[in-house]
């Protein structure tokens, strides 16, 4: 199958491959999404596969009208208006009870919940609006992989393995959505931490929100709360380290590796990166020192690139773990751990 590359110009055949029940990747604010219609269980099916996901690791469902979400759900709480109010489009998922039958079963993974979310993309959204229906999102990369920011890396993931992919540039965010589970109305919690922060969405809702934690999220059992979160993440094949931006730390490191006679690749602040440049294989800058959106944005590139360096170790810059930092640090501590 040739892999076409769709524009604005061409969104209309894109939404009918789509129709088709073929898989359209699509740019969003965060990442690149893999598209297919929510209902067609064949399609859904078919992203599974080329994806390599667990069957028990449920979609995030794109909608472009708040109407798709609200004629499908059991209910649509006055937290879901609020919040859908202030962030959508944006990078918010907001999980509810879903009616039975709706979308195709697997889209739930056996779940009674449904993920939503409203994109903050033009591309994306006039590709939901070209098919007339929501459409499944998962980040378009080979299950365990960094999630993709450019056309390039859902190239470098499935070329020749799906109908198309619109081509929105680099993506804006860098990290996927804040997932934010509404199905419990006792409790209210996030399940991935993302660009929407918890003190944002407790704000808006003038309540305490519960932030699961690693343990919770991720837990192995029958029924973990995220699903995603068990499974080995975001990792390139090349072993990760994270280290604080600390130059002293960096220096012991490097010159630790380098007598092992390991080829070190770094990704971390220009500073850093100018600094170690002479001593190390292969770098990769996340920009301006202390710039949390900058390393957001270039932290899954810099994993796909460095990847490819031909490096043996790639050591990484950690980030504080608040904000925006957590959910920098929550992709991070997973590609570290999957080695
Ligand atoms: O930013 C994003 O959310 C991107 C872009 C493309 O929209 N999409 C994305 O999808 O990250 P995915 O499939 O890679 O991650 C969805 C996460 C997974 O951790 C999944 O387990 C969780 O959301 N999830 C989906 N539906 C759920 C549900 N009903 N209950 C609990 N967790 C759910
Ligand atoms: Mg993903």
Redesign the pocket.
């Known amino acids: 199958m040739e892999t076409k590359i769709y524009t604005i110009e061409t969104i209309e055949e894109a939404g009918q491959a789509l129709k088709n029940g073929q898989i359209v990747a699509f740019p ?1 604010e ?4 893999l598209g297919a219609i929510a209902s067609n269980e064949q399609a859904v099916s078919s992203v599974y596969q080329v994806k390599g ?1 667990p069957s028990d ?4 469902v ?1 909608v472009s009208t708040i109407e798709q979400v609200i004629k499908v759900v059991e209910s649509f709480p006055l937290a879901a208006k609020k919040l859908t109010n202030v962030f959508w489009p944006g ?1 918010l ?1 907001i ?1 509810l009870p879903v009616r039975e039958g709706v979308f195709a079963p697997s889209v ?2 056996g ?1 009674k ?3 939503f ?1 409203m ?1 903050d993309h033009s591309l994306a959204l006039a590709l939901i609006s070209a098919c007339q229906e929501p459409i499944v ?4 990369n080979k299950s365990g992989r960094p ?1 993709p920011t450019k056309v390039s890396h859902v190239m470098d993931d499935f070329d020749g393995q799906i109908a198309g992919i619109c081509d929105g540039g680099m993506t804006q965010i860098g ?3 804040t ?1 934010l ?1 509404l ?1 419990d109305p006792e409790q209210f919690s996030i ?2 931490p ?1 660009f929407v922060s918890r003190e944002a969405i407790e704000e808006v809702l003038g309540l305490n929100i519960h932030v699961a934690s690693e343990k919770e999220s991720a837990a192995k059992d029958e029924a973990p ?5 068990k499974y080995r993440h975001y990792a390139p094949e090349t072993p990760v380290m994270a280290l604080s931006p600390n130059g002293d730390a960096w220096q012991a490191h490097i010159k630790s590796l380098n007598k092992q006679g390991n080829k070190i690749a770094i990704l971390a602040n220009q500073t850093l990166v100018d600094h170690f440049a002479s001593q190390v294989h292969a770098t990769y800058s996340l920009g301006q020192e202390g710039d949390i959106q900058s390393m957001a944005h270039h932290l899954f590139d810099g994993l796909r690139q460095l990847d490819k360096s031909g490096a043996q170790v790639i050591l990484v810059e950690s980030s504080e773990d608040s904000q925006l930092g957590l959910a920098y640090m929550n992709r991070l501590k997973k590609a570290v751990k999957a080695d």
């Open positions: 969003t965060t990442v690149y999404g996901r690791n449920p979609l995030i794109h990078p998922t999980i739930t993974g779940r919940t449904v993920a979310r994109p999102g998962p980040s378009a999630s990290l996927e959505s997932v589970d199905s399940l991935r993302g709360r995220a699903p995603g979160m």
